[in-house]
């Protein structure tokens, strides 16, 4: 068993938290392992299922009321603005309020395949042995996105193995035993959502059940309040289905709208599917339930006609491409238990902390993150969804895993940090292809955002705040009732083509795919976010720009009241984010204007003209990097939040000493205990500035164990290694994956115009010995790596073109000539001291 591919559990899983997920993108799976029946042998596998397209509402949840005029966006954002020039921070805040839409949609669970093994012939009274069943196993291969589940049943082996083929989407659940009088077999699907028809067909053809369904028109957020909602008018949500079906060599028993049955199984094979009439992100759905499920059955029909051994075999390859683009090995004495969850307990009884104990832990978590967004976010090829190309929706807060109507947070896009760090992974860890349905969704809030830009402030361009969903939903949220902290914050679409651009930089530049994706993708969407930048900034009198009112994502200060004493407000002058979010797009149009050869470009010498009126980022009290140019006192001095600190990661603008310093004392005076994703964007800053010991101070958080229940929000891992907020959110998982891979190899930075590597730059000490195939560096550079008691011992370079570039590791700095497709080793003996010539 290969301990860093592998999760592996001695028992069913009891909890969602301890079940495993399976995913191809679009349909996605959690994996019980089957429990026990009470007062029998059978066991009942549920397979709760999702699909990535199955959410709430429709486009026109966008443009539901409030409506605001021109002149009344206007007005409160002058009155919020004027009340914030006079230093009534607190009225500002308040009238913010007013300003609020209502929410986005949210993501659903699905629906519930319920298999019922037992032997067939068993009488129902007997009952497993205390203790459970010495030969159960329930694993997931990561390699191999292969489930597997094995256990004995009055000594006959039963096996359940499942995956979820990405083309045709199909979950392919294979049943096996050695008992002689073979299994009894009992399927039946269900779903939370409403239910229009129950309907099965027996074997004529193959068995096959199905469930056509309704969805919600609006699923409030559960921390709102409110009921789900269904809707007569088709026109405001989806419809969809579910259909499973099933060969095997017993005897059918049954097959109608109640489920399928068969008994003397000894073999047998499920292909379930789910389908919808979504037909894009921010299009309007087409089709009927009836419609989806003549859909899925076809796409059941072309999955039983390549049979499950062309489908593994098919499924194997195409995971491989992707999970084997790159891997992280850890020396590690191998994991003898055979329960994940309790590895990680164990582990955390180290008073060194649980690497020190299992250092495997971390190549484990890393392989995992990689396996879920791989899982979450896929595109496809054509099919029955509208004849054309699934270009797949983004991965959200959950990935697309959820078993709840009311997800936490809606399980939605949230825009200000969470989205992002979803995907900050793809690039160096050869997982760019997974980006696609993130870029498939800034198209569509180029369209959406554009609207919002001219109805709340009269822009051009297009504008996001801080919540969205697959219909592109762009304003800002809170019925008029919630803090401006997390509601009012326009510039998220500023940080979401940020990943356009290192898209580029990551790529073989200069290629013609490349210079396509410049020129059709990436420059209307930054063009477009700039042009809402340059309409949002307003001049101050010393001649500056800046934005008022502004926020940093969910924070808070501490704000003097008028008439003396404080309180609490969020919206004041210029925060830090804006303007570094601001100055970042208008670098990037610049440099990719030169790129495209539109230097001329009207937008262009607008945002060239601003640059120098946006006032630097400072250090404020405390050595601190200014959060708001004023430098209010904060109010939640450990807030999970550090999104002043983007320049630092995953921004790249050169910081001088000082700013460093700023942002390390930032660092140190929010402090390290967070949530899962905080720490993980932590682990990122502390490992830009080169600060291997602070990374270790937070892997020693990010790994502790749910089993604790530490109370607010301190975050670990439940026992399926899903990472805490809590309670679970999936940034943390694919989180981890960028912060260690900044720790192994960076290259945001140049010298002299030539790309810079860095080797090793914060390695944790915990990971003394281990290696790195196929990491990438900008740009466009594969690199691997092997280092030895926590020194570099190997490196090798390959660039698809010709290039110069400059490697530095630790004191130590080279400058190499790369070749096109040529690995080129790294000669350590030649290293040359840091700022000497090469």
Same mark, same amino acid.
């Given at each position: ?7 592996? #559990? ?140 094995? =256990? ?8 359940? /193995? ?143 006609? %390549? ?115 979803? =995907? ?22 180029? /369209? ?36 401006? /902290? ?55 009198? &010393?001649?500056?720009?800046? %934005? ?29 984010? &804006? ?16 790129? @495209? ?27 601190? @990097? ?9 109010? /939640? ?64 958080? #990010? ?112 400058? @190499? ?22």
């Amino acid at each position: 068993m290969r301990t860093e591919h592998t999760l592996v #559990y001695d028992a069913p899983a009891t909890d969602w938290l301890e079940a495993l997920p399976l995913g191809n993108g679009r349909l996605g799976a959690m994996v019980f392992g089957g429990p026990s029946l009470p007062g029998s042998l059978a066991r009942e596998h549920r397979f709760q299922l999702n699909d990535g397209s199955a959410w709430s509402g429709s486009p026109h949840s966008q443009d539901l009321e409030p409506h605001f005029s021109r002149e009344r966006a206007d007005a409160i954002l002058a009155e919020s603005r004027r009340q914030i020039r006079d230093g009534d921070y607190a009225a500002g805040h308040e009238t913010l309020k007013e300003l609020q839409h209502r929410h986005s949609q949210s993501y659903l669970p699905f629906a519930d395949l319920f298999l019922t093994i037992g032997l067939s012939g068993d009488s129902g009274a007997a009952n497993p042995a205390a203790g459970g069943d010495p030969a159960y196993s329930r694993s997931l291969d990561l390699a191999r996105a292969v489930n597997s589940t094995s =256990y004995e049943v009055d000594g006959h082996a039963v096996s359940v /193995e499942a995956f979820a083929s990405h083309e045709p989407s199909v979950l392919v659940i294979s049943v096996e035993t050695d008992a002689p009088q073979g299994l009894d077999l009992a399927l039946r699907l269900d779903s939370q959502l409403r239910i229009l028809r129950r309907a099965g067909a027996p074997a004529s053809g193959p068995s096959s059940a199905w469930l056509e369904l309704k969805l919600p028109s609006d699923v409030p957020p559960s921390h709102d309040g409110g009921a789900v909602e269904y809707s007569d008018d088709d026109s405001l949500s989806l419809q969809g289905a579910v259909a499973a079906a099933w060969e095997h060599n017993g005897t059918e028993e049954g097959a109608d709208d109640s489920g399928l049955a068969a008994t003397g199984v000894r073999r047998a094979v499920l292909y379930v599917t789910t389908e919808t009439t979504f037909r894009g992100q921010g299009r309007q759905p087409e089709g009927t339930a009836a419609e989806a499920a003549v859909a899925a059955r076809g796409t059941l029909a072309a999955a039983m006609a %390549t049979g499950q051994e062309a489908l593994l075999a098919r499924h194997e390859q195409s995971h491989a491409e992707l999970y084997n683009s790159c891997s992280i090995t850890v020396d590690t004495p191998a994991w003898q238990g055979t329960n994940t969850g309790h590895r990680l307990e164990k582990a955390n009884t180290h008073p060194d902390g649980p690497l020190a104990a299992d250092p495997g832990l971390a190549a484990l978590l890393f392989n995992y993150g990689r396996y879920l967004l791989i899982s979450s976010s896929r595109t496809g090829a054509p099919g029955s969804r509208g004849g054309s190309a699934w270009r797949g929706t983004p991965a959200n807060l959950q990935g697309i895993w959820n078993d709840r109507l009311q997800a936490p947070w809606s399980s939605n896009f949230t825009t200000n940090i969470n989205l992002q760090m979803n =995907y900050w992974g793809a690039e160096p860890t050869g997982l760019a292809a997974c980006a696609g349905p993130l870029f498939a969704l800034i198209g569509a809030l180029q /369209e959406t955002g554009a609207a919002t830009a001219r109805e709340y402030y009269g822009a051009r361009g297009w504008a996001v705040h801080h919540n969205s969903d697959i219909w592109g939903y762009s304003k800002p949220v809170g019925h008029g009732a919630h803090s401006p /902290e997390w509601s009012y914050w326009p510039v998220a679409g500023l940080w979401l083509v940020r990943h356009l651009w290192e898209h580029l930089q990551f790529g073989a530049q200069g290629t013609e795919s490349t210079r396509a994706f410049a020129r059709d993708t990436a420059w209307p969407a930054i063009r477009g976010a700039a042009e809402f930048a340059l309409d949002l900034l307003v001049e101050f009198p &010393d001649g500056t720009l800046g %934005t008022s009112p502004s926020t940093s994502p969910e924070n808070s200060f501490t704000a003097p009241l008028p008439g003396g004493g404080t309180s609490r407000a969020a919206a004041a002058e210029s925060a830090t984010m &804006d303007l570094t979010l601001i100055r970042d797009v208008f670098l990037v149009l610049g440099s990719l204007a030169g790129e @495209l050869g539109l230097e001329t470009d009207p937008v262009v010498a607008e945002a060239q003209a601003a640059l120098p009126r946006l006032p630097e980022p400072t250090v404020g009290r405390n050595g601190r @990097l200014r959060e708001w140019l004023a430098d209010p006192e904060e109010w /939640e001095p450990e807030h999970r939040h550090v999104s002043h600190l983007y320049l630092a990661y995953p921004g790249d603008s050169p910081l001088t000493p000082e700013l460093e310093s700023a942002v390390s004392a930032s660092l140190d005076g929010r402090g390290d205990e967070s949530t899962g994703w905080s720490l993980t964007w932590k682990i990122l800053l502390r490992a830009r500035l080169r600060q291997p010991g602070k990374v270790s101070d937070l892997l020693r958080l #990010y790994f502790r164990d749910m089993a604790t229940d530490r109370g607010g929000q301190s975050g670990g891992l439940y026992p399926n290694l899903f990472g805490a907020h809590p309670p679970f959110q999936i940034d943390g998982n694919l989180g981890f994956v960028a912060g260690l891979a900044e720790c192994l190899l960076q290259s945001h930075r140049t010298s002299g115009g030539v790309p810079e590597i860095e080797l090793l730059p914060a390695l944790p000490p915990e990971l003394p010995d281990g290696a790195a195939h196929r990491l990438r560096a900008r740009p466009g550079v594969e690199v691997d790596l092997e280092w030895k008691g926590g020194r570099l011992a190997r490196a090798t370079l390959t660039s698809p073109k010709a290039r110069n570039v400059l490697i530095r590791c630790g004191d130590a700095v080279q400058e @190499l000539h790369l070749e096109p497709l040529q690995a080129t080793v790294l000669n350590l003996a030649s290293f040359s001291p840091a700022g000497a010539s090469a």
